[in-house]
């Protein structure tokens, strides 16, 4: 490495409970310690942004960039992108990530022509795949940005003038070979052009069936160049369009279904997306798990007071806690998945150091959720009490329910005649109020041990 | 008819434009007049929902019913029932619509056990049916009521219950039957209580697979019984649970094709209920119709600043208008659909005629919005919009895409030497301020002349 | 005592980290510990709400009562009141708790006049005031309901009907008189109904006035009968009226200012209130005690991701904790301030004892907080970087500013030819990613002590 | 005038009822015309604001500007602010208005110290104060931009940090000298800065009195120099901050009163900024005229289904008839208020045109607004119905109450042997739903004629 880029900050460690205020170390995320079988990377596998950690200037549609970085003296867009990378390295190694995510257009500036553009690109990867071979990091995905530049205003795959599909397409290829030269685990495609202002001036089908082809046409190219990675959507309801098809993971799960996708893709899943939607995290993890199709995850938290997307680290230790008790049920996040920090520093945590708090907390935060799953998870928890709450299908009438031996002539014949007495009875109270009491136990009782 | 219960309010006529203060008569609506193509009244199919107009006592979660309603001095729940019967018919002929829509609940008070519930609500059918003969009113659909009794407390088809499970079949076994004998075009489920209040304690995938089970024994013993009714499923995101599992359209129709519903079920859809996922009315039609699983439509409004279920009775000309033009795109709003007013007045809209001042409010915007959507239809005015927005895939490149020729490979060598300016120009403004602009003068002039 | 209502029930005692799984006893709130200079429970001040905890059925829009009470066997309105006041004094015994806060007509029903609804409610008044001999028990506040009889439809103080006026001022008087007999230290007003369904047919300012003048009766009223309680406002946004004039802290200090109430009222704040108005419930209490007008807690929460009062028992930690923080700033609640549950069981948790289990994780969690709070007090962690945060007002230009001797010119003269490098320089990260991360420290190593 | 930079627009005329299709042409406003005793256009004093109009590129936070503006090819700074000023006032003589707002920065680029910047500045508003010599041009407000720059990261008048406040100060003498030359009605200050990210670290009360402390210090100049304009608070509840202390009109108020500002400051108001913190815009400017603080408005719409400010153009006929209706009540928005497009095209809107087209759907829909609400109040439709709604109140126990003479004794005396029957037949249903339709009848016939 040439220069020290981030100056004053040595590689973080794993401290256990040194302190009640937060500083440059783990307190609850350590790396090789086997938490319910596996160890706590293989369970997280963590990775940074490119976008968000490197790029990010920190504006806001009110203010310009605030940011602080240690790279800002270089002036021509091609010796930042060169410089930017040395400075992601550097950054890897110090915070103790193995995963990196990006999209094409983080890396290195456009040219006037897509053949420009990618001259431009490989460069830059090149010298990633140079840092991988020393450094032994991965790319958890990558992705391609059609929705920054102008040409993408109404939509890229699913824009209505052909020839910015085709330029997407054109794109898109190119990314995908940087996948495969990278070798991604993944391939993302997040549509936040992809969708529409208006109704009224919108063939919504029509569209769709575009963005379907555009999304065959990359699985099928991916297969000719032996591109074998786990093809992504990651589903968004709204921001920057006032309607994203991907709305939600169940919206998104309708149209692969619809458009025989949901064999080759499957989901990555974002917690301040989810909020936009209406949906807690949680709620959009369960839905990809039970279909099958949970593919990755996004890792950060929305404010559910304000209705955009601010792509905070996470910190909330009940909703980390939600999250990885899904993953911990699903014995993994899926067999490609991790966890990208698709989060930014405040606008108001300018400093370089910030962006080693911010994934700090991040990372602590889902270390703890971890941790606390886990526990619940060892103890059988909320295993007894779903065990015990749905016991009535496991024979009598639940079982032939559930074997299909009922039908609405049997059931009415055994229920008829049943005084209301009788079906209040059946019922029983959830006691959610101690269930939510107990997990803040299991909360404090994991972590301060 | 015994008494007249709906006293100093003749037969609804059609005035025409007599006066802007709003009156005991339809401005907009003509149930003759023939509107692109089709008589009014077939357009719209006005159905009267018996919940909100007879039953509901105007309670909100922090008051008593303030509901006054010429029935209210029957006191023995079967001699009201019955009066209300009467007073139902009567005015429906005062009103003017063809079709009703019932929760088998809404007819008859419960017993203790099934068998006597369903005593009880065989007498009202019996009285219903005969009312039919002789006026000549239809169902529109008929639904079952698994929300209300506090056994459903934790679901009906989706309770953890087995016992419930068996019930809500009975009951709505019952249900099915009562949809024959009074010749039902449609039949709807509503699941307010097939949701979770946590995930903590709920299987969601089991209590989905319950569900589906539930729907498909119902088409079974539809079909048994020869009772040819569309299936209809109306999406509710929450309200009264934390999550119901039919959230939107789209849900809807991710769970319909997972469990092979979708050529059995279509969908019903409620513009508050839209509103309360986060969407436009127009939009969950537009879903629904673009997958062919458009049924039907309950015709309500909500308040977007409010989160819970207003049920207002329509007056947005611009919600009305948009919700028509989707339907006078599909033709209709189905072969069996039509716009019920699943609609209540304001709490402090408790006298008598507000039913008919609220009903004729709907029926006039929905008729205007017809009115508005057809003429824009005439004139073409937005389907040239959309044929010149879209109409580069028509020829090229864009036709090569369409018809599948294209792939990523064949669009890279098509795009990767058009500089930027070209694929600016591209691109073209949709002047999305004039097409709304038009829209009010579409509006205006339409319903002027 | 005749009867044990809630058997099987011991009296709840403080426990300690006995068991991660929550049970009839409290983990952290231990009434008689000493946390920053004050016993915990003169700190908390804890009340059980009348209504919520007796009278609620657990109904909701969609659902009846699925609640069930000891004292159901009571069909007699008479006799259940009396009752529930002796399960009342038991729960208040069993629990643990030293305040109770009631609604009029939580207590006894309504009579056809007002003279008859009073002479119910002395009946029990009477007996409530002999269990205060015996058992000590004291009362936060009581309040009128001027919402739930249809009387109050349009309102109550803001009625645009003067005989629904003067029936709510004299429902008012007689309140005020039982507020004397049972020494209420506050009283409530909610103005659940005082705002508008629309404003196209409100006089709003004449409105107001007219609840301006109602709690200068009050107060005056008070004052002649020798009632020292301190008058309390609780706003609410919305729900059940389109737009209530309390909407939140801010609102109601205008009109406070407005119609000089503010020397006499002070301000009731709601977790949930303020989420429905778009604010955290920190920051209403933020408001209200810098505003010098913090009167007393109602502590419950809300679910951001729905629009509707859901009155949960506390459980959110983070919430708890910034709740206590300001308390623990402000020195107490407030001279009479204390935390009322205004809160209830889910629907689903419909057992007698889920009544204790709901309080307990209210009381725990907000015995929680408090010992958080105190902690980050104590070690001066959100102090010192406030200091810090704010010190440039400490000297130079900033004590200038803050003494009132700058001006704009010379405050011109001091920056013109700054350069922009010196203002960014002036400006600091706030590290807010690491507050966050220290926060969740000292939750867990405060609680697991 | 050197060069046309907006080719192929003629001047924007009245061409009445011409053409469904929206076109270069106003439909409903027709300055010279006479409505409710005043012209249009001085009912209306439509300004056009200059950050939106000319300096707006259309981005968001996730795309680059798509703007296609007739200037583009300036690349110098100060060429490119002069070039402005000759379109803004080619594009104000051909659209046909009287008034421009800016923000300083919205004219001219910042130097590296604010000497620098005042000397851009002073340059281009030399060249604005020599058009408005020719043209007639007035300024309807001008304001600061204390938001932009990374210096107002953590606030302006609010920031932590001394040196900020001196520089905003200074900033604010110079915009407030600029004010004094081009003769500004009004002058605007919108703290989109001023509030919090986090309560954790923020003395909320100290920098409430430091904003106070600066508006005092812009009044003081103001009559120093002066300045007659009429200063104005403009809310927004959020966005860029996570909460502004500007909250909405009623917490503007409060501030106001808190800090004897409410003699020399009135309120500016905005309908997106209504929308985000939960109001109807008719909603705030009620609050605003009623406390006798309505001082000029922001006209544009929000979509609420969507939780950032997205400043569209007004087309919503419904809302524009209700905030004029305020305004007639009112006489005038105030003695110098007047319409400021606060409102940009959408993003897919990016040709010049579109400036025209927006500005026409925004004045005629105003326009139209004006002219229905005239109708109203010409009729006497709404004010009958409130004065029958309210009229118990102008005599008998109504008037007592009105003049003071009743009291809690009195008003007892008086209801508490009244019946529950008596009660009810007191309150009297109030027909919304006949209002709403009556609302519609008077848009369309109203704007039909
Ligand atoms: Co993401
Ligand atoms: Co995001
Ligand atoms: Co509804
Ligand atoms: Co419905
Ligand atoms: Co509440
Ligand atoms: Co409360
Ligand atoms: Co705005
Ligand atoms: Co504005």
């Given at each position: 490495?040439?220069?020290?880029?981030?100056?004053?900050?040595?590689?973080?460690?794993?401290?256990?409970?040194?302190?009640?205020?937060?500083?440059?170390?783990?307190?609850?995320?350590?790396?090789?310690?086997?938490?319910?079988?596996?160890?706590?990377?293989?369970?997280?596998?963590?990775?940074v942004a490119y976008w968000h950690t490197f790029d990010q200037r920190l504006v806001?549609?009110?203010?310009?960039g605030?940011a602080?970085r240690?790279y800002d003296?270089y002036?021509?867009p091609?010796?930042l992108a060169?410089a930017k990378v040395?400075a992601a390295?550097?950054f890897?190694?110090?915070?103790?990530?193995?995963?990196l995510c990006f999209h094409d257009r983080d890396l290195a500036p456009e040219?006037?022509?897509?053949?420009?553009?990618?001259?431009?690109?490989?460069?830059v990867?090149?010298?990633?795949?140079?840092?991988?071979?020393?450094?032994?990091?991965?790319?958890?995905?990558?992705?391609?940005n059609?929705?920054t530049?102008?040409?993408?205003?109404?939509?890229?795959?699913?824009?209505?003038?052909?020839?910015?599909?085709?330029?997407?397409?054109?794109?898109?290829?190119?990314?995908?070979?940087?996948?495969?030269?990278?070798?991604?685990?993944?391939?993302?495609?997040?549509?936040?052009?992809?969708?529409?202002?208006?109704?009224?001036?919108?063939?919504?089908?029509?569209?769709?069936?575009?963005?379907?082809?555009?999304?065959?046409?990359?699985?099928?190219?991916?297969?000719?160049?032996?591109?074998?990675?786990?093809?992504?959507?990651?589903?968004?309801?709204?921001?920057?369009?006032?309607?994203?098809?991907?709305?939600?993971?169940?919206?998104?799960?309708?149209?692969?279904?619809?458009?025989?996708?949901?064999?080759?893709?499957?989901?990555?899943?974002?917690?301040?997306?989810?909020?936009?939607?209406?949906?807690?995290?949680?709620?959009?993890?369960?839905?990809?798990?039970?279909?099958?199709?949970?593919?990755?995850?996004?890792?950060?938290?929305?404010?559910?007071?304000?209705?955009?997307?601010?792509d905070?680290?996470?910190?909330?230790?009940?909703?980390?806690?939600?999250?990885?008790?899904?993953?911990?049920?699903?014995?993994?996040?899926?067999?490609?998945?991790?966890?990208?920090?698709d989060a930014k520093p405040?606008?108001?945590?300018?400093?370089?150091?910030?962006l080693?708090?911010?994934?700090?907390?991040?990372?602590?935060?889902?270390?703890?959720?971890?941790?606390?799953?886990?526990?619940?998870?060892?103890?059988?928890?909320?295993?007894?009490?779903?065990?015990?709450?749905?016991?009535?299908?496991?024979?009598?009438?639940?079982?032939?329910?559930?074997?299909?031996?009922?039908?609405?002539?049997?059931?009415?014949?055994?229920?008829?005649?049943?005084?209301?007495?009788?079906?209040?009875?059946?019922?029983?109270?959830?006691?959610?109020?101690?269930?939510?009491?107990?997990?803040?136990?299991?909360?404090?009782?994991?972590?301060?041990?």
């Amino acid at each position: 490495m040439t220069e020290e880029y981030w100056k004053g900050i040595d590689k973080i460690q794993y401290v256990g409970h040194q302190d009640k205020k937060s500083g440059l170390g783990f307190q609850y995320y350590n790396p090789e310690e086997v938490i319910a079988g596996k160890k706590m990377k293989d369970w997280l596998r963590f990775a940074v942004a490119y976008w968000h950690t490197f790029d990010q200037r920190l504006v806001d549609p009110f203010g310009d960039g605030t940011a602080q970085r240690p790279y800002d003296k270089y002036t021509d867009p091609m010796d930042l992108a060169l410089a930017k990378v040395d400075a992601a390295f550097e950054f890897y190694n110090k915070l103790g990530v193995d995963y990196l995510c990006f999209h094409d257009r983080d890396l290195a500036p456009e040219g006037d022509t897509l053949r420009e553009t990618n001259a431009n690109l490989d460069k830059v990867v090149a010298k990633i795949v140079e840092y991988q071979k020393t450094s032994g990091m991965k790319v958890l995905w990558n992705t391609s940005n059609m929705f920054t530049n102008p040409r993408f205003v109404e939509g890229a795959g699913t824009s209505p003038y052909a020839d910015i599909f085709a330029y997407s397409a054109a794109q898109l290829k190119h990314s995908l070979e940087i996948g495969k030269r990278v070798g991604s685990e993944n391939y993302v495609f997040w549509g936040g052009r992809e969708g529409y202002e208006s109704l009224w001036n919108t063939n919504m089908k029509q569209e769709q069936e575009h963005a379907a082809k555009l999304f065959h046409m990359a699985k099928d190219y991916a297969n000719e160049i032996g591109f074998d990675a786990q093809m992504l959507l990651e589903p968004k309801p709204k921001e920057p369009t006032t309607h994203q098809y991907d709305f939600d993971a169940a919206t998104t799960i309708a149209f692969m279904k619809e458009y025989d996708l949901d064999k080759d893709f499957k989901l990555n899943l974002e917690g301040n997306h989810a909020n936009l939607a209406g949906h807690t995290y949680q709620h959009e993890i369960r839905v990809a798990r039970e279909a099958g199709l949970l593919g990755s995850l996004d890792a950060n938290q929305g404010d559910k007071l304000i209705g955009w997307d601010i792509d905070e680290y996470p910190s909330n230790l009940y909703e980390t806690t939600a999250a990885m008790y899904e993953v911990v049920e699903n014995g993994s996040i899926g067999p490609r998945g991790g966890l990208n920090f698709d989060a930014k520093p405040r606008r108001s945590s300018f400093a370089p150091e910030d962006l080693f708090l911010g994934h700090i907390v991040g990372m602590d935060s889902f270390a703890a959720g971890l941790r606390v799953a886990a526990a619940m998870k060892a103890d059988g928890f909320l295993d007894n009490l779903k065990a015990d709450r749905y016991s009535s299908y496991e024979s009598g009438v639940g079982a032939d329910i559930e074997s299909g031996k009922a039908d609405l002539k049997s059931l009415e014949n055994y229920a008829i005649d049943k005084p209301q007495s009788e079906l209040i009875a059946a019922t029983h109270s959830d006691h959610l109020e101690e269930v939510k009491d107990t997990i803040n136990h299991y909360i404090v009782e994991t972590l301060s041990k």
